[in-house]
Each structure stands twice: as structure tokens, then as C-alpha cells.
């Protein structure tokens, strides 16, 4: 089987998953999901992690260093302002019946 | 790699399904997103764990840990009312730090040719197909590192949130997409790690060019796009790299990001095209 149509496959298999999943998705949880979503791409860290730890020269050594930087806070910057915008949503629920009840 | 590494990958793959899955409904969003976050983190622990000769060991664990506490302090800082620029700025690092792994990869790539020229053989290690998705990863990424910062700018008024437009930008921006353009081909026909960086630079200023001249109130939809297209390249990155995560992750991103926003651009009763480029046609989109 060749190898190259493999990856294809992936890909367009994987495209039409990150459709299908999101398709239901309410307005109010645009950002939220965007923020996740954007979260999720910061696995880009696991590529600079393998990239890095195969360089010899000194030069390229720090360019993956800053590249693990930055792939680190976009990925647990991104998970934590994501839990934080969730946070807030599921306070803002039970505020409104409290109030209804008094 | 070994068979179950591949195995554990693809779990991870899976819970990068279930985290979009459930950051889709209210009810499920925070778990979704913590499902997410497990994922992410059993995939980058891995490669410590299989790779034979990970050199630098130290140096990424201190590395990580910078990015950690960088991370966690700005997500905790920022204010409510924020999150919009904070989105932006953790994305645009997420593009940046894409590209740098295709520039080291490219570099790598042309270390093992080289090898082999010297030996006398003549066969291409590399596929031109990888080539190209070296480039894309280059060009694209930088475009979204310096887009995400200009948006950035914009919502933390760091500059006008108004449309910016100078009379050459439409010359200015057909210029840098050809340059992107011709230079991805010369990374495919003469790879060198020259046109790799100078591809780098074009997307940089192409990326701000892109951005200009949209709107104060149209960006969130801007880091929305641009949020996908981190994600594609991450995907590029992954099929460069040979790693399945890296590929179904960035591809799910890039799907998912590209529908939603679809979704967010039709929930304001707008147009992608129009925000992107209605103030260069003189229909102007205020901030």
C-alpha cells in the first residue's frame, strides 16, 4: 500500500470528523470552542520535542528551545483560558434561578 | 516507533475527538476540555519515554517549564473581558513555534541529502510532496504568528482597531503572496535553508498585511481563521515528522476551525470574504 495515500486517507478521514463533531455547536460556546480548538494545536509541542532532541549544532539547538517555549504556552496557556471561560459559564447558570426563587 | 507508542498516539487522537465533541455542548464543555488537556499531555510525555537518543533532555524539560509558568500566568491574569486578544496571542505562538519545527526539519532534511550526495548516491531521501508541506508549514505559520499579533494589537489597543488601509496594500499583498508562493516552489526544486528563512519573513509580512485591514469588531472571526490555519500547518508539520497525532490533531483543529468560522462569521450576518477584505473595496468595516 503506498504510504503516501495512507496520510491522505488520515487526513481526509480527520477533516470530515472535525466537521462532523463541532457541527451541533451552540453560539454561545463559539469562543470557548475556538479557545479550546486552539489549545488542541499546541500539541505542535510533541513535534518540537522529537525536532530538538535530534539537533547537534548550538544554533538550532536554541531555535527548538524557543520553539518549545512557545508551543508550551500556547498549549497550557490555552487549556487553562479555556477552563477559566467555562468556569464563568457554568456559574452564570444556577445565578439566574436563585434570584428567581427569592 | 514502537507499535504501542503508535497505539498510545492514537488514543490520544481519540481524545482530541471526544475534547471538540464535548466543548460543543454546554453540558460537557469543561470536561471536554480537560479530556483535551489529558490527551495533549500523555502525547508529549511519549517521546521521552521511546526515543532512543533524545539529546537535551534538561534544556526542554527548563524549557517546558518557562512555557508552563508563561502560560498558566497569562491565562490566569487576563481579564474576562480579554480573552478575545489572549486566544489570539496563545495561538499566534502556537503558529510561530510550527514554523520554527519546519525551519529545523527543513534543516535536518538537507543535513541527510547532503550525506548522501557525499557518498556518491543518487536518490532524494525526501519525497517533493514533503518538501512542500515543509514550505506550507513554514509560510503559513509565520503568517499566523504575525496576524495573531497584529490582532492581538488591535484588541488591546495597542493600535487603532480600525481598518488600516494604504493605497499599495492590494499591490503590497499580491506581491508577498507571490514571493510565498515562489518561494515555496525553490524550497521544492533547490531546498536550502536561505529560502526557508526568507519564506519565514515573506509570511511575516504577508500575515500583517492580512490583518490590517480588518475591522475592530470582525477580528474575533479573524483569529478564528487564523486559529485553523495554525491548525493545517500543525497538520503539515505532523505529516513532515512522520507522527499521526500531530497530523489527525492539527487536521481536527483545522476543520473545526475553518466551519466555525463559517458558523461565527453567519451568526453576525456576515460574509469570511467581506471581513477579510471588504475596507480594501472601499466597503468599510468599523471597529
Same mark, same amino acid.
Given at each position: ?102 | ?10 488514543l490520544c487522537a481519540i481524545g482530541f475527538i471526544l475534547a471538540l ?86 534543516n535536518h532534511m538537507l543535513e541527510v541529502q547532503d550525506a548522501l550526495?557525499?557518498? %556518491? $548516491? &543518487? @536518490? ?7 518538501? +512542500?508541506? =515543509?514550505?506550507? /508549514?513554514?509560510?503559513? #505559520? ?73 475591522? %475592530? $469588531? &470582525? @477580528? ?7 486559529? +485553523?490555519? =495554525?491548525?493545517? /500547518?500543525?497538520?503539515? #508539520? ?50
Amino acid at each position: 500500500m503506498n504510504e503516501g495515500v495512507v496520510w491522505l486517507t488520515i487526513f481526509i478521514l480527520s477533516v470530515f470528523v472535525g466537521i462532523e463533531v463541532i457541527s451541533k455547536v451552540s453560539s454561545t460556546l463559539h469562543t470557548p470552542l475556538m479557545s479550546g480548538a486552539n489549545a488542541i494545536h499546541g500539541i505542535i509541542l510533541l513535534g518540537a520535542i522529537l525536532v530538538t532532541g535530534a539537533t547537534d549544532s548550538t544554533l538550532a539547538l536554541v531555535v527548538g528551545l524557543v520553539a518549545i517555549v512557545l508551543a508550551t504556552v500556547n498549549m497550557v496557556g490555552g487549556f487553562v483560558v479555556t477552563d477559566r471561560m467555562l468556569q464563568m459559564f457554568t456559574r452564570k447558570k444556577p445565578a439566574p434561578k436563585n434570584e428567581g426563587a427569592r | 516507533m514502537p507499535t504501542w507508542v503508535q497505539v498510545v498516539y492514537l488514543l490520544c487522537a481519540i481524545g482530541f475527538i471526544l475534547a471538540l465533541k464535548g466543548l460543543s455542548g454546554p453540558r460537557t464543555a469543561r470536561r471536554g476540555n480537560l479530556v483535551g488537556a489529558a490527551a495533549a499531555v500523555v502525547g508529549c510525555v511519549l517521546p521521552f519515554i521511546y526515543v532512543d537518543h533524545l539529546d537535551h533532555v534538561p534544556l526542554m524539560i527548563g524549557a517546558i517549564a518557562v512555557g508552563t509558568a508563561g502560560g498558566v500566568f497569562g491565562a490566569r491574569k487576563v481579564q474576562m473581558t480579554q480573552m478575545p486578544q489572549m486566544v489570539a496571542l496563545f495561538n499566534g505562538v502556537g503558529g510561530g513555534a510550527a514554523a520554527l519545527v519546519a525551519l529545523l526539519e527543513l534543516n535536518h532534511m538537507l543535513e541527510v541529502q547532503d550525506a548522501l550526495d557525499a557518498l %556518491g $548516491a &543518487d @536518490v532524494d531521501a525526501y519525497g517533493w510532496f514533503v518538501y +512542500a508541506a =515543509t514550505a506550507f /508549514t513554514i509560510f503559513v #505559520g509565520s503568517v499566523s504568528f504575525a496576524g495573531s499579533l497584529i490582532t492581538f494589537a488591535k484588541l488591546q489597543e495597542l493600535m487603532t482597531s480600525r481598518p488600516v488601509v494604504f493605497a499599495g496594500l492590494p499591490v503590497a499583498f499580491g506581491l508577498m503572496l507571490l514571493g510565498g508562493v515562489g518561494l515555496s516552489v525553490l524550497t521544492v526544486t533547490d531546498a536550502a535553508i536561505g529560502i526557508g528563512i526568507a519564506l519565514c519573513l515573506v509570511g511575516l509580512v504577508f500575515g500583517v498585511l492580512l490583518v490590517l485591514p480588518v475591522g %475592530g $469588531a &470582525d @477580528v474575533p472571526i479573524v483569529i478564528s481563521l487564523l486559529n +485553523a490555519f =495554525t491548525g493545517l /500547518t500543525v497538520a503539515a #508539520g505532523g505529516y513532515v515528522l512522520s507522527n499521526t497525532l500531530l497530523l489527525v490533531g492539527g487536521t481536527l483543529v483545522g476543520a473545526s476551525g475553518t466551519f466555525l468560522t463559517l458558523l461565527m462569521a453567519r451568526a453576525m450576518g456576515r460574509s469570511v470574504g467581506n471581513i477579510m477584505f471588504g475596507a480594501l473595496k472601499g466597503g468599510s468595516t468599523l471597529g
